[in-house]
């Protein structure tokens, strides 16, 4: 059984940080790229970052482009989603999710969230400004 399990969200103060962490389990995913997105009340589903889990550059959305960082460590099945300069409209659940890019359902893009299989359920962030 897949599991993505989100740990690391909370209530900071905006101009701080937080780092998200995303264990995977359950399945090989040396070939996936693994995401971050976000979803505020009331919005879509918004793409934040992802990254290969076999190497290559990560990517990101426009709104955490220079801010976010995401990584992984192979050797512990995690993803991680470091936040900086963190503002008001950061605050949202996150949610940690994996694609097979060799699947049907990528189009290649890897920033919508239809082309991802596996979500996790979440964790809150939540910035005061």
């Known amino acids: 059984q897949v599991q993505l399990v989100e740990s690391g969200g909370g209530l900071v103060q905006a101009g701080g940080s937080l780092r998200l962490s995303c264990a995977a389990s359950?399945?090989?995913?040396?070939?996936?790229?693994m995401a971050w997105f976000r979803q505020a009340p009331g919005k879509e589903r918004e793409f934040a970052a992802a990254?290969?889990?076999?190497?290559?550059?990560?990517y990101y959305g426009d709104s955490v482009k220079g801010r976010f960082t995401i990584s992984r460590d192979n050797a512990k099945n995690t993803v991680y989603l470091q936040m900086n300069s963190l503002k008001p409209e950061d605050t949202a659940v996150y949610f940690c999710?994996?694609?097979?890019?060799?699947?049907?359902?990528?189009?290649?893009?890897?920033?919508?969230?239809?082309?991802?299989?596996?979500w996790g359920r979440g964790t809150q962030v939540t910035v005061s400004s």
């Open positions: 999710a994996g694609a097979d890019p060799n699947g049907d359902r990528w189009s290649g893009s890897g920033r919508i969230s239809n082309e991802y299989k596996y």
């Open positions: 990254i290969r889990w076999s190497g290559g550059s990560p």
């Open positions: 359950g399945r090989t995913f040396s070939s996936y790229v």
